[in-house]
């Protein structure tokens, strides 16, 4: 993964400074040989202990100034017959760019017939040292990708074949029942760009990584007299939902960014009103028991 660097655990690369962890790459005094070559930097990878599958993931974090370092976060799943990978974000190794990124998907490596999304993002301005919030939503049927709360890219998974390629697509073959659960990755590649002058201490800034699940609500319709920010069960997934109708109003308040869940439908009826500044999505998605939170 990291052409001029070996992952080292060492408080060098990675460490925790006012409330911020911190990987690092670091030239080494002596040489490490692995695999029939030499490595003379080292530098930090921290994963998570155990996987999760679903739900959303975001990251608020600045990344490296230096061209030559090359900062991930990404998940991967293995169970020996399959693996999954998701690049919520990745810089371009060849050739660096502090103007480009990759957000990823890919299905079943192992198989010559990968399903993969690879995008790339750019950017009008240089994105380092910039405070910045990257996240996944990982859904049975699809997988969203957002920068600083916009979404830049997504995957659909489908059985219909015409619907995807094995070399790029935005759809997939894979099955939510066989999704594979992950492991948190994030690291910090030292690519072929390196150079004497390169800024190595100025690496990757994690403020937080913060993960969220889904909870299940009512096996049937959910039909508020009116619309609350304050109710506990307005935002659950529902059988199905209703908004509005006789003697029932549902005002929407302005300024806020606002996703209703069900599995079975939505209803906007008469008496539902969207007030200014604000987002509104109705969203109808299929289910699966590791999609929601079970305290």
């Known amino acids: 993964m990291s052409p001029m660097a070996y992952f080292k655990n060492s408080s060098d690369n990675i460490f925790v400074e006012n409330d911020t962890l911190k990987l690092r790459a670091k030239h ?13 930097y080292s530098s930090g990878y921290i994963g998570s202990i155990n996987t999760f599958q679903y739900g959303y993931v975001e990251i608020k974090c600045f990344l490296p100034t230096d061209i030559a370092l090359n900062p991930c976060f990404w998940f991967f799943g293995d169970n020996g017959e399959n693996y999954d990978e998701i690049d919520v974000f990745e ?30 993002l750019d950017f009008n301005q240089n994105f380092v040292g910039v405070e910045s919030i990257y996240a996944i939503e990982w859904l049975p049927y699809e997988l969203n990708y957002y920068l600083n709360g916009n979404l830049t890219s997504a995957v659909r998974y489908t059985t219909n074949p015409d619907y995807y390629s094995s070399t790029q697509s935005q759809y997939t073959c894979a099955d939510y029942i066989n999704a594979i659960p992950q492991w948190l990755q994030l690291s910090l590649s030292l ?9 190595l201490f100025a690496g990757f800034d994690i ?6 699940k ?82």
């Open 28 to 40: 080494e005094s002596n040489s490490y040989q692995c695999e029939g070559k030499s490595y003379n």
């Open 207 to 212: 403020l937080y990584v913060k993960s969220y």
């Open 191 to 199: 690519n072929t760009w390196v150079n004497p002058n390169s800024n």
């Open 214 to 295: 889904l909870v299940k609500g009512f096996d049937y319709e959910f039909w508020p007299i009116s619309f609350s920010m304050t109710n506990q069960d307005m935002f659950k997934v529902h059988k199905s939902v209703r908004l509005g109708g006789t003697h029932h109003s549902a005002v929407i308040p302005s300024g806020e960014n606002i996703t209703m869940w069900a599995t079975d439908g939505i209803v906007l009826d008469k008496g539902f009103l969207l007030s200014g500044n604000t987002e509104f999505t109705a969203r109808v998605i299929v289910t699966h028991d590791s999609l929601f939170y079970d305290p």
């Open 91 to 120: 810089k371009l190794l060849d050739p660096p760019s502090n103007e480009v990124m990759m957000q990823n998907f890919y299905h079943d490596l192992y198989y010559p017939d990968t399903s993969k999304l690879l995008q790339l």
